[in-house]
């Protein structure tokens, strides 16, 4: 069965990192976009980044942009995102998504979701 | 905060049909598509409905949606039990943020 599994999250202080990342078991990443979303658990999803099949095309939003980075490895088929200046304010359930094969607009797969708590 | 407003909540009994809006903060939203899905508590979103009105595969046809200007819409038809979860908008702004709407409840009473 195909599915995207996380791994990475725990607790940080403010103003630590965290790696998170995303490996696709049961089929290949390599021409996928990706994306991270999150989510503060009891509230809303939020969209946090994605990043193009060959990495060359990256976007963030604008809670994070200059302090996380997306980035994958194709060849390990896994996507990353490097969080750096953690906030409270970034303490959430963060999903890695990938997108439909035909629409790229449309999260067709996500994760279990890993939990990322910062606090002092 | 998003730009895409849904009610809280909506509710209906078993085998009533339900409509959730979901309105766009023009003009911020422009001619995308919309997206919806769907979450249990605890668990992942579900794709629900793609491109304002496809079913991916394996979601039932009681789920409908359509679109129009800035704003969409998601109606479930013959509500059942199992479809007591939140429910969740989508598309990209203007300015190149995937932006998910606020989020409803469905309550099946």
């Known amino acids: 069965e195909a599915r995207l599994v996380e791994s990475g999250g725990g607790s940080v202080q403010p103003g630590g990192s965290l790696r998170l990342s995303c490996e696709g078991s049961?089929?290949?990443?390599?021409?996928?976009?990706m994306h991270w979303v999150r989510q503060v658990p009891g509230k809303g999803l939020v969209w946090v980044s994605r990043?193009?099949?060959?990495?060359?095309?990256?976007s963030y939003a604008d809670a994070v942009r200059g302090r996380f980075t997306i980035s994958r490895d194709n060849a390990k088929n896994t996507v990353y995102l490097q969080m750096d200046s953690l906030r409270a304010e970034d303490t959430a359930v963060y999903y890695c998504?990938?997108?439909?094969?035909?629409?790229?607009?449309?999260?067709?797969?996500w994760g279990q979701g890993t939990m990322v708590t910062v606090s002092s | 905060q998003s730009v895409l407003t849904q009610p809280p909540s909506v509710s209906g009994t078993p085998g009533q049909r339900v409509t959730i809006s979901c309105s766009g903060d023009?003009?911020?939203?422009?001619?995308?598509?919309f997206y919806w899905y769907q979450q249990f508590p605890g668990k992942a979103p579900k794709l629900l409905m793609y491109?304002?009105?496809q079913r991916p595969s394996g979601v039932p046809d009681r789920f409908s949606a359509s679109k129009s200007g800035t704003s969409a819409s998601l109606a479930i038809s013959g509500l059942r039990s199992d479809d007591e979860a939140d429910y969740y908008c989508?598309?990209?702004?203007?300015?190149?943020?995937?932006?998910f709407g606020s989020g409803t409840n469905v309550i099946v009473l």
């Open positions: 990043v193009n099949g060959d990495a060359t095309v990256k």
């Open positions: 491109r304002n009105t």
């Open positions: 023009a003009p911020n939203i422009g001619s995308n598509f």
């Open positions: 998504v990938r997108v439909m094969t035909y629409d790229m607009d449309a999260f067709e797969m």
């Open positions: 049961g089929f290949n990443i390599g021409r996928n976009w």
């Open positions: 989508a598309t990209w702004d203007d300015s190149g943020r995937y932006v």
